[in-house]
């Protein structure tokens, strides 16, 4: 289809094939990223169809939806299934404070950001909890310990992540902090080691301190720790029976 063939249509984002470079998917999501800074493109503006955008730009459709892909894994675009793809409430936060642009003798520890590509995914369960006949009482916290039910459904989603746990071995937790708290105390004694990557999560590193536990960082590569580094760590000193 010619290029102008949506010349009178309405477009929500036109963008200018002649500013297009190979590889084209990205050069469209650097042009897109523009066009959110200056203020062209608002947060949760739906983006045109992939079929309407490859027509418009006369590019493979496939290019296009790796585009729309590339922006997704971006955090500055999210999909909803059967409705289309749209810009991010978050676009212009995830474009001006980005890891990718950080100098690689930089280490960016300034940003913690949700995952708002996800919201279509729970965006059903949320409905449905909140059409849920007995909302108040969901909504009441009176077992700290977790409900017969909230133990029976935690128990069920681990099997689907391979853990097998009944309910009666199960616990609720107020927040990862307090269940690694419970995960040390349970499985660690005072001077026993822990090899973790060399940037780890650094409440983490405080908790072991707490439990008298000795940290040892592991120098990693791309595909994460360094095995022998580990080893060598290893050979240094005798591991405990609860390692």
């Known amino acids: 289809m010619p290029i102008n063939s ?8 036109r963008p200018d094939k002649t500013q297009l470079t190979r590889p084209f998917y990205r050069s469209l999501i650097k042009r897109l990223e523009e066009d959110i800074l200056s203020g062209k493109l608002a947060k ?48 212009f936060d995830s474009i001006s404070i980005s890891t990718s642009n950080v100098a690689t003798h930089i280490i960016d ?7 708002e590509e996800c919201n279509s995914l729970i965006l059903p369960t949320i409905q449905k ?3 849920h006949s007995n909302i108040v009482g969901i909504m009441n916290y009176r077992e700290p310990q977790g409900s017969d039910y909230q133990l029976t459904t935690a128990s069920n989603w681990l099997k689907t992540q391979g853990v097998i746990a009944d309910k009666d071995t199960t616990a609720i937790v107020s ?26 999560y650094s409440n983490f590193i405080e908790l072991a301190h707490l439990f008298h536990l000795e940290i040892v960082p592991i120098d990693y590569d791309q595909e994460g720790m360094r095995p022998e580094v580990l080893a060598q760590e290893c050979r240094k000193k005798k591991y405990t029976d609860s390692l």
Request: net charge negative.
């Open 6 to 13: 949506y010349e009178e249509y309405a477009l929500s984002w």
């Open 129 to 131: 909890v909140v059409n």
């Open 44 to 91: 949760n503006t739906r983006l045109p169809s992939q079929r309407e955008l490859a027509d418009f730009l006369d590019l493979n459709f496939t290019t296009i939806g790796q585009a729309y892909r590339y922006g997704v894994e971006k955090g500055i675009l999210y999909s909803q299934i059967g409705s289309g793809t749209y810009v991010s409430a978050n676009a």
């Open 109 to 115: 520890l300034g940003l913690v950001s949700s995952f």
């Open 175 to 200: 927040g990862v902090q307090n269940g690694l708290a419970i995960a040390l105390a349970a499985l660690f004694s005072p001077g026993d080691r822990i090899a973790v990557d060399r940037y780890t």
